[in-house]
Each structure stands twice: as C-alpha cells, then as structure tokens.
C-alpha cells in the first residue's frame, strides 16, 4: 500500500474514532482532538514532559505537537476538521472545545509549515483561529489554508479553498482561494493577496462529511518507438585467382555448396570450380592366354586308337 493510501487511511480511522469519542458526550472529549504521528519523529508536549508519539494520542488544550525533518502528522478535532503538519514545524492547540455541535478552536504556529481544512457542518458558532508571532487568520467553514512561519517570525497565507481573514498590524485582508498574503513579521500589515500556486500536502485529506473514492487513473498508453533498421550489406564474394596452369581434363564431379556470411545477409556460393578436377586413370586391361585345343585322338584301320596304335587286342589274330 502507498504512503496516499496508508495516511488517507490512518486520517479516516483516527476521524472515525474522534467522532465516536464525542459522541459518547463525555464533557472530556468534547476538549479534545486525536494526534496521529504520520511518520517519525512526532512529539508531544504536556506540562514540560515531551514524549515520542508512536500511537494515536488524544490531545487538551495546552499540548504542543512538534517534527523534526522527517515527521509528519494529523491533528483530527470533533467535526473532522484537520491541521496536518509537515516537517519541522510546531503547533500549540492553546483551546479546543464543542458546545451544542460548534467547535471552537485556537491554535498557536511558531514554525514551519501547517495545512489547515476546516468541516463544512462548522455551524455559525464555531470558529477556527489561526496564530502566529506575526498574524492572526480566521478560517471559515469549508475552507482551507496553508499557513508558513520561519524562524524570524514571517508568516505566509495561502488560501487553499474558500476565504480566509487574515490580520495583522491592525489591517484585516480577506484572501480568496488561489492567492497569498504575505506579513513580514511582528508589527508588519499583510500584503495585497496575489495570485500563488498552491503547495501540496503531503497527503490528500479525504472529505470530513463524506469519503469519495477518486477514478482509477488510466495508465497511460505509450506507443513503442520503431527501432531503424540497418540498411543490409552487401555480401561479400571471394572471387579465385586466374588459373596460369594448362587446364586439365574435366571429371564429372557432383557440385558442392557452402555459405559466405556477411553482417545479416547469407549467400550460397558455388565452390565446385574451385576444387581441383580429378583425373580419370583407365586402367590397362590384361591379355588372356589362348585356349588350348583338346588333342585328337589318332584313328587307323581298326579305329581309333585309345593307348597305341594297331588293333584292338581282341581282334588281333592268333597264329
């Protein structure tokens, strides 16, 4: 959760349970306001005993709420009016009190920076009262202020919403929302209001009467900015060097491929003619004997003859 939400949030609790203390019509708690630290370091200051506030605290009149340069807090009084400190300043709630549903309210700054929002439902006799060494302001119901007192005791009034009456050195300046008034210091009479930009609380005090939630915000829709693309290179080709060798007798070899890369692009170069022709040797074939021809067989007058010449033993004549 961010610090806008977990302030709006600590503001609302610590408004609902002021307003349920006075409710209970205690006498007490109608002299009281809740004192919420928003951030370290806030102390409080009662009868010469500072203490750190780490918790929400109920305040009387007569209390001192300080920071130092990295606290921040919320004063809630009975109606939902608020004063928010930011980093050092010092704040004196020098009277609180409700009577028949008007808040009466009197606050002494003797430093820094306080924005002060006062509830609508303030009735015709309530009033809130703003002090400061140099000034004195009146804060009516629905509006709003920024008050800044330095160290030398100069006091800047922003009007934030409505009008606030601010006085000094017996000159009483009515200041519209929008602009300032400036008193130098002690004895000084405010300046004519002009137009001022508005300084930012550090938190956004939701509504005494009514909590409005504010509209989801759009994200904002950013359209990618097209990266340039590089213009494409030309590809690089080896080209051989001119044979000077008597050119050789052309084998039939399959073709072969390979890939020359340059930046991105890829280009299939043809490198067959670069390899060397294999030489095609035909070999010398061997001549074959002749066949010899069977022997023929020798015939004579008895026929043919298988071992010697003459007749057949059995034909030879006895004598």
Known sequence: MGVVARVGVSVALCAAIVLSLFAAGSGASAQSALLDALSSRVTLARGGVVDLVTVERVIHSGDTVATDETGNAVITYPDGSTAVLAENSELTVEFVRTTAGDTVVRMQQTLGRVWYAVARTLGSGGRYEVRSPGMASVIRAGSGSYVAVTDTGATTVVATEGTVETSAGGTVVAVPAGASTTVAGPGSTPAPPELAPVPAAPWVAPSPQVAQTAPPTQPAISTPTPTPTAAPTAPIVFEPPTATLPPLPVAATPKSTTTVVSGATATLVDVSRFVAPVRQVTPT???????????????????????????????????
């Open 285 to 319: 074939p061997t001549p074959r004997a002749a066949p010899t021809p069977a022997p023929t067989r020798q015939k004579d007058r008895f026929g043919p003859r298988k071992d010697a010449p003459g007749p057949p033993p059995d034909k030879l004549r006895k004598d």
